[in-house]
C-alpha cells in the first residue's frame, strides 16, 4: 500500500471535531421601561386602603363580646366579676386587652387572688379567678382589725367578733390599711433615750416583725396547717416567734404551745410541729420547743400549765 492510500484511509477513519455552538442571544429580550403611571399607584392605594377597611368594618360587626363566663368566685357574683374587669357587651373581642382588664379586677376585688382573662371566638370571654383560700385577722395602729392573706394583702375591716373565726396576729399592727393594698406595717417609736440624752434607737422595725409573721403564715400553708386550727401567731419577740395550735383548752388560747424561735428554717420547723401533734394526737397538749438548737433537730415536748 503506497502512502497516498494510507493517507486518504486516515482521512476516512478520523472522528470528526463537533461543531462549536454559536452563542445565540434569541431568549434574552429587552424591553423598553414604561413611564410612571400615577394614575395606576393611586387606583392601587384606593384598592388596598378599600380591602382593609372592609376588613375593620368587618371585625366591628363581627366578634363582640355577648357572653361572659366566670369561673371560681364564691366570694363575688359573676355579674361583680364582670363589671369589675371594665368589660362591655358588644366590644370587640380581638380589642381587649387582658392584662388591663385583668389588673383593674385585682385591685377592685380584693379577696380576688389570681385572674385569668381569655377571649373565645366568636363572641365569649371567659374569666377564671381564684379567690383567696385562707385569710388571718391583724390590728392597726387605732386597735380596729382587718383581714389580710399571706402575702399581705389587706381584705377588709371586721369587727371584733369575727376575729374569732380567723388566726389572730399579734406583735406588730398595721399602718393605715387600705383594703387591696399591701400591708404596712406600723414603725415603733423611740422609747427612752441615753445617759447623754440621745433617743434609744429601735432595734427591730416593724416592716422586720411583718416580714417574719408572714414567712410563718406561707409556711403553714405550705404545709397543709389552714384555717383557724393555729389561733395565733406572736412575733412580739422577733427571735422567739410562737403560735397556739388547736381549741382552747384549760384557759389557754389553744392546746398547743408552740415555740418556733427566730424566722430561719420556718418550713422545716411547721413540718416538725405537724409531724409532731399528729404523732402525739390534737386531743393533748403540751408545750412544744422547736428552736432547732445545739442540743436537738426535732420537737422538745413540755407538759402545758393549767391556769
Same mark, same amino acid.
Given at each position: ?29 429587552? $424591553? ?24 375593620? /368594618? ?36 380581638? $380589642? ?8 383593674? /379586677? ?6 380576688? =387572688? ?11 370571654? /371567659? ?47 398595721? !399602718? ?19 445617759? !447623754? ?5 429601735? $432595734? ?21 396547717? /389552714? ?8 412575733? $412580739? ?14 384557759? =389557754?388560747?389553744?392546746?398547743? =404551745? ?50
Amino acid at each position: 500500500m503506497d502512502t497516498n492510500d494510507r493517507n486518504r484511509r486516515r482521512r476516512r477513519t478520523a472522528v470528526p471535531e463537533p461543531k462549536r455552538r454559536k452563542r445565540s442571544d434569541a431568549n434574552v429580550v429587552y $424591553t423598553e421601561a414604561k413611564p410612571f403611571n400615577r394614575n395606576r399607584f393611586i387606583l392601587q392605594l384606593v384598592t388596598v386602603a378599600a380591602v382593609v377597611i372592609a376588613l375593620l /368594618l368587618g371585625l366591628s360587626i363581627f366578634f363582640k363580646a355577648e357572653k361572659f363566663v366566670v369561673s371560681g368566685c364564691k366570694k363575688y357574683s359573676a355579674y361583680e366579676i364582670r363589671v369589675a374587669t371594665g368589660l362591655q357587651e358588644g366590644e370587640n373581642l380581638l $380589642t381587649i386587652n387582658s392584662a388591663k382588664a385583668s389588673g383593674r /379586677l385585682l385591685k377592685a376585688l380584693p379577696y380576688v =387572688h389570681k385572674v385569668r382573662v381569655q377571649i373565645k371566638l366568636p363572641d365569649t370571654v /371567659l374569666i377564671e379567678v381564684e379567690e383567696v383560700k385562707v385569710i388571718y385577722a391583724i390590728q392597726e395602729k387605732n386597735e380596729d382589725w382587718w383581714l389580710i392573706d399571706c402575702g399581705g394583702k389587706v381584705l377588709e375591716k371586721v369587727s371584733v367578733a369575727e376575729t374569732k373565726k380567723y388566726t389572730r396576729l399579734r406583735g406588730v399592727r398595721l !399602718d393605715s390599711p387600705v383594703a387591696g393594698e399591701k400591708a404596712v406595717a406600723e414603725e415603733p417609736v423611740p422609747e427612752g433615750t441615753t445617759p !447623754d440624752g440621745e433617743p434609744i434607737p429601735v $432595734t427591730v422595725y416593724g416592716s422586720e416583725r411583718l416580714s417574719a409573721l408572714l414567712s410563718v403564715l406561707r409556711s403553714l400553708e405550705k404545709n397543709g396547717v /389552714l384555717g383557724n386550727v393555729v389561733s395565733s401567731v406572736d412575733v $412580739t419577740n422577733i427571735g422567739a416567734i410562737e403560735l397556739w395550735y388547736g381549741d382552747s383548752y384549760e384557759g =389557754h388560747e389553744g392546746r398547743y =404551745h408552740v415555740w418556733l424561735g427566730d424566722s430561719a428554717n420556718m418550713d422545716q420547723k411547721i413540718r416538725i410541729m405537724k409531724q409532731t401533734i399528729a404523732d402525739r394526737g390534737e386531743n393533748q397538749s403540751g408545750i412544744l420547743d422547736i428552736r432547732l438548737n445545739d442540743k436537738t433537730d426535732g420537737a422538745v415536748c413540755m407538759p402545758l400549765d393549767k391556769k
